[in-house]
């Protein structure tokens, strides 16, 4: 397995992929091991959802997820308190953070997508009420993008007395 520091690194966006199947078994080992991420009183707020080719189809994404061989949807708890909601939505961000770093190791890229937010996705998706979604799209990268530069932390970085 890669070093951490170079795997954060150069772990990518990928937007889209070849048709190589992703090992399921794979995946759901990257999600076990993903779900190690720092959760507050150990909520585990996360469900995962295998999206089938039926389902996949009445998304309707427009870019179809990359052509990515799997798309996933992340679901979480969004309780009414702020304090709450965002925590559930914190520790699911950092699960996901742990499956792409975890799958990047291995080859394998993700794309995150914006389309959770609209409540046709959640109902075509089974959605409960008061509830969040991610979707994603998993697979081997076509390409992988190049590095963009980033603003060293030292410039966004104060001290207090």
Known sequence: MADIQ?????????KEFTDRPVAEEDVIEWLNTAIYA????????????FVGPETRSKLNHPADFGHAPLVMAIVWKAPENAIERDENLISTAAMMQNFCLL?????VGVRWTSIGWRQDIKDILGVPEGHEVLVV????PETIPSVKPRTPITEKLRRLP
Do not use: S
């Open 38 to 49: 720092p959760n507050h009183r150990m909520t585990q707020p996360w469900e995962v959802i």
């Open 137 to 140: 799209g998993v697979g081997y």
């Open 6 to 14: 170079e795997l954060v690194k150069a772990r990518r966006h990928i």
């Open 103 to 107: 799958a990047w190791a291995h080859g």
